[in-house]
């Protein structure tokens, strides 16, 4: 019976010793692989990286690795030094090459749909009717006047005001998520959408999320009337000319 016993637990020693072996060889295969062949230290996606996401903000997404100088790709970066703020173009996949010519400027993939969101600020969205984004008329790029209203429940009367000048819109959307254009940019689409077909832009409901950059001391008071008042935007282009009679309730409403 002993015999039986210390004999297994020879066997399952030897298992283990044998497995052990099997994993370290398999482990250093890569570098005996390499070890007489001239490599090139490339950067290499780890994990998936998403179109539009941040190089610089993909923690742990790419690794460096040593690869023969005969598979490094055209382009393949070497020094994440070089990419800078660029993102990816396309979304990239784990194990390949980390490619200068797949990544680009943020500008250049937002498209007409978006804008750059200025240095120091971030974005909030707003969803708004359409009479209180000026008829819907608002696209990505515009700057708006913002109106806040609140209610003053002890003086029993709202209070409104003109608080925000030109603050740019960096996206606009339907409910539905597609891209809020301005008429003008409509009525062209649709032009040459029917030039091909008699089929018409899909209608959407009259609800709109306005995508806005401020600041967040300003956001801040924005959420606030969004959540216990109301707001009302006004196309105000760069040669509007800023001016507000201050805060209007009950009392001054007719003055």
């Known amino acids: ?145 913002i109106f806040l209203s609140v209610e003053d429940s002890a003086a029993k009367s709202g209070k409104t005001q003109l608080t925000f000048h030109k603050v740019l819109v960096t996206a606009a959307q339907f409910s539905n998520g597609s891209t809020a254009k301005s008429q003008e940019t409509a009525a062209q689409e649709d032009s040459a959408r029917g030039s091909l077909t008699s089929k018409k832009s899909a209608p959407s409901d009259d609800t709109y999320l306005i995508t806005l950059a401020r600041n967040s001391a300003d956001a801040e008071r924005i959420v606030f009337a969004t959540e216990f008042g109301s707001v009302y935007l006004s196309k105000e282009p760069a040669n509007a000319v800023e001016g507000t009679s201050g805060v209007v309730n009950t009392g001054r409403l007719f003055r």
Not at 20 to 25: K, P
Not at 69 to 92: P, R
Not at 94 to 108: F, I, K, M, N, Y
Not at 121 to 145: C, H, S, W
Request: proline share 4%; net charge neutral; hydrophobic share 50%.
């Open 1 to 145: 019976m002993k015999t039986r016993l210390l004999g297994g637990i020879a066997a399952l020693l030897v298992a283990i010793i044998g497995t052990v072996l099997l994993v370290n060889y398999v482990q250093n295969a890569d570098k005996r692989a390499l070890a007489d062949t001239e490599t090139e230290s490339v950067y290499v996606v780890e994990k998936p990286i998403t179109a539009g996401t941040g190089i610089d903000k993909a923690a742990g997404a790419v690794v460096r690795k040593d690869v023969p100088k005969l598979a490094v790709a055209a382009g393949a970066v070497t020094d994440l030094n070089q990419v800078g703020q660029k993102v990816a173009a396309v979304d990239l996949m784990p194990g390949e090459q980390l490619l200068s010519t797949r990544l680009v400027d943020a500008a250049s993939i937002l498209g007409p749909a978006r804008v750059q969101v200025p240095t120091g600020m971030q974005e909030i969205t707003l969803k708004l009717p359409i009479e209180r984004v000026v008829g819907g008329t608002l696209a990505a790029g515009d700057t708006v006047g």
